[in-house]
């Protein structure tokens, strides 16, 4: 467990708002073997608890593993990559969400966890692999297009309905953050992709449309894509890495913000050496917010409709550098708090 603890967060009134002003919060994978230790880092290290996924305890944590669990026709070889049947499975077929299996250890002991340890009452974020990067997976392991991503869409909206039932159940007075994983968004504009951008945006709007209405819904994707079509579904927040890119996107994110979605800003890289101090991702990401108000963007929703994340999950790190990084990036959010509160009380906001 860290020596030092990150300040809880206390639920507002409004649930939603306790996502917002800068709180520092996980993607969900972490390197720990044992799903304790994993459950107390979750709380421990940043403001905002994120349910952990422990791939290196079990290849069948692994995102596209967890959502094979269950799946007519579908199975894991040992080191979690997924197998198909094609003559087992149909898009008609039931999806069993068996929250017992190994699979989702580590996040029965994060629940175990938060209950013991009187967590109830504290914002809670989760992630689920969304429905076009598990149609892309079923795909690739042999299915028809057609069939691959009906499966995907069905299973993700069973499952994500029962791990919301069961974060509920555990801790019913902690509100949720729900985001759905979407890493193949990135390829969604290449020629040849499966499926078109509007079939992606129904599919991930329908999946989204399965959790609690009370839940803050949204989707993360760790690499470059097509901001307006991500945008097009729906989403309450967006999870991107806070690349100077997104500037060319000024328009629809400033429109984005207006309507009060948030977006969580991916601040410290995951992939590479990590480094010492968070000096230069705090730069970076001023001058991004400065050339986004530049383009119009308002710079009190930019700050206060925010949040800040490593760039992606911290699986592939040891939990020494997972620690790091986290602290790397409550270092950027308290300055992102910071910056929120002076420039909110110097514009009278």
């Given amino acids: 467990m860290s020596d030092t603890k990150r300040p809880r967060v206390t639920p507002p009134a409004d649930p939603h708002s306790a996502f917002t002003d800068g709180v520092a919060v996980g993607i969900g994978s ?29 290849p069948s944590e692994a995102m596209i593993a967890q959502a094979a669990i269950g ?29 017992q299996h190994d699979a989702f250890l580590g996040f029965r ?21 969304g429905p076009v990067t598990l149609g892309v997976a079923l ?28 974060v509920t159940v555990a801790l019913p007075n902690s509100p949720q953050m729900v ?15 499966a499926i078109p951008p509007d079939e992606a945006i129904d599919r991930m709007s329908g999946a989204m449309a399965a959790l609690p209405s009370t839940a803050l819904v949204g989707i993360h994707c760790c690499g470059p894509c097509d901001v307006a079509t991500l945008l097009a579904s729906g989403p309450s927040v967006v999870s991107l890495p806070a690349s100077p890119d997104l500037v060319e996107w000024s328009g629809y994110l400033s429109r984005y913000l207006a ?8 601040v410290i890289p995951t992939e590479g050496p990590i480094p010492v101090t968070s000096e230069r991702f705090w730069r970076s990401l001023s001058d991004l917010w400065c050339a986004l ?14 949040m800040v994340t490593p760039h992606c999950g911290l699986a592939m790190h040891t939990e020494s550098v997972a620690r790091h990084v986290a602290q790397l990036t409550a270092e950027v959010a308290k300055r992102v708090k910071d910056q929120s509160m002076a420039t909110r009380f110097a514009l009278g906001a």
């Fill in 71 to 99: 799946l007519p026709g579908v199975s894991l070889d040992r080191t979690g990559d997924i197998i198909v049947d094609r003559a087992r499975v149909t898009s008609g077929e039931p999806i069993l969400t068996d929250l």
């Fill in 109 to 129: 002991s994060f629940l175990d966890h938060a209950e013991k340890s009187g967590f109830d009452g504290s914002p809670v974020k989760w992630q689920y692999v």
């Fill in 139 to 166: 795909q690739r392991a042999g299915l028809d297009v057609d069939t691959a991503f009906d499966v995907a869409s069905t299973a993700v909206r069973s499952q994500v309905a029962k791990v919301a039932d069961a």
């Fill in 179 to 193: 985001v759905l994983d979407e890493p193949w968004l990135s390829e969604l504009m290449t020629p040849g992709f």
């Fill in 259 to 266: 309507d009060g979605g948030i977006i969580a800003w991916g």
């Fill in 293 to 306: 108000v530049q383009r119009g963007c308002d710079p009190v929703m930019l700050r206060r409709n925010s």
């Fill in 30 to 58: 972490l390197p720990h073997v044992d799903p304790t230790a994993a459950a107390e880092f979750a709380i421990d290290e940043f403001e905002i608890a994120t349910i952990p996924t422990l791939p290196m305890r079990s």
